[in-house]
């Protein structure tokens, strides 16, 4: 075994400028699948912890059974009374990979400037349970400000953000008054003043002219319910969303509350469809690199092949079988393929190391303000990558080397 | 019982219109021991005859017997294993190995074998200095004469104590002096361990050393003569 390794690597070394072009080939194709995948890995990183930490929409959300579809048209059949909040909050909160829980009724109705209203839908929520899902999150995100102005406070019920777009329309500033519109439960208008103490940017484009983020209180009195529409969850670890799920919605049935639980994945259309479209981007790219390694490998093995006829037959005529001329191609082939992966995983660690010390930054979609681009080190990619090209690099090998291999030793021997 | 045997071999080269008839119904016994010199005009059907007993090639038709055993219809691997453990080769252009060093050259076989690396290395050495190559063992073939490289593949066709070496014109690259000295050093060994050695050649020179001489023409063996080598 040892000699054959050893006229593997010897014949690489001999045809040193062939072996490390294809190695290079080998070795920027890996960097190139790791490195927009690292980036990858960062932007489906920023975009589930901006929605579950940043929005503070946590991990799993609890809502009547129905309220998606049937309860957009009739609310009342579908909220949570003060009861069944307090029944469903003591049942989540006995197990202990839940971190928060905190209630929200989303409503809509008109905002006036006093001289024209327009639409609104707004999020009324907890703002200090908000404020310590913002904490929870990790890295930039957990510095990340979304607004312009002051935060929402339990105590102030009136104050209230706008989107961008929604304050530009009615010409409202930061500290102006408007009145919120809405009609109740019960069908009765209701109207209540309120202050604008923050601006923000809604996460959907379409959305900019509409949304408000307006204190629970404020939500539950334009409402004229003590009633919530849905239960927010935060999680300590997000990699328990999916099992949690199961568990909480077996054991709210049992519990006797007819609920359903949806994770952030389900409820952020904007994170899939990103998702999505990264994943055909990486995939074209991943053809791609395969692409130029298998010509590189099947170039590299089949001059040498050529180059090297006259050696096979003399293998051949030394006792060296069929599948013993196979498996000195493949070794050199995958010799090839690990060699290029180590280049191209110090490419990947290089590149990693240049944007950790650069800190470039950028303003990605929904953002305002600038945040450092990074490249997330994925072992997982890096480990799958190595192993499917030398892996590649072996099956790229055969047939040329199962050609050589089947050639009749006569005619190799005679070679020229 | 005769080391080979083939019984009216014939060996044919391409089909129908571009058909070549290389050997025509030959018959040939070898004994162990000897030292048999094929030799014939070029395109006689030397090469054919040599590659046929050294389990190359196949036969179109007739048989082909080594030590007894009817090799004809013998699948590759089988045939792959016999020529490692029962022949060796000796080639005109000598065909070391490019990347292996002399001494990495003879262990060749035996690795091919699986016999372990001190020990072919061990047999190698000695086979190297037998043949007055010592200082040469760390060498690649590009760095040895083209003596000396005749020479370490006479120690790599032995080093695993053939019945059978068998060398198709093996001094054909060489100068005068040189081929003589090989065929000398050929025949010495063939005494000394009783090895069969076949080689062929159109170098009438080299013919007065060699105890038994086989003539081809056109794919037929014409004359078959046994006399004292000089």
Redesign the interface.
Known sequence: MFTWLKIACRNLGKNRRRSIFTIIAIGLGFAAVNVFGGFTSYIFASLRDGYIYAQGNGHLTIFKTGFLTAGKLDLRDYLLSAAELRTLTDVVRGFPDVLLTTPQLHISGLLSNGEVSTIFMAAGHVPSDVRRINSQAQGMIGQLRLFTGKPLEDDHVYGVGLSAGLARQLQLDLGANAIAMAPTIDGQINALDVEVWQRFEAAIELLNDKLMLVPLTLAQALYDTSSVDRLTVLLRDTARTTPLRATLTQTLRQHGLDVEVQTWEELSPFYTKVKDMFDIIFLFLFFIVFIIATMSIINTVSMAVMERTKEIGTLRALGVKRLGIVGLFVMESAMLGLLGSLLGLGLTLLSWLLVHTLQPTWVPPIITQHIPLEIHLVPAYLVLSMGFLVVLSIMTAIIPARRAAHQSIVDTLGHV | MPLIALEQVCKDYGACETRVTALRGVDLTIDCGEFVAIWGPSGSGKSTLC?LI?L??SATSGTVRLDGQDVTALS??RR??L???TIG?I?Q?F?L????SAL?NV???L???GEG?AQAKQKAMQRLSDLGLAAYMGRRPHKLSGGQQQRVAIA?ALITDPRLVVADEPTANLDSDTALTIIDLMRYLNKQSGTTFLFSTHDQRLLARVSRRVLLRDGMIVEDTTHTAS
């Open positions: 590659n050294g190359l090639d590759d691997n792959s294993e020529r490692n453990r080769f080639f252009s065909n190995i490019p990347v292996l990495e262990m060749l076989p690795h091919i074998q690396t790599r």
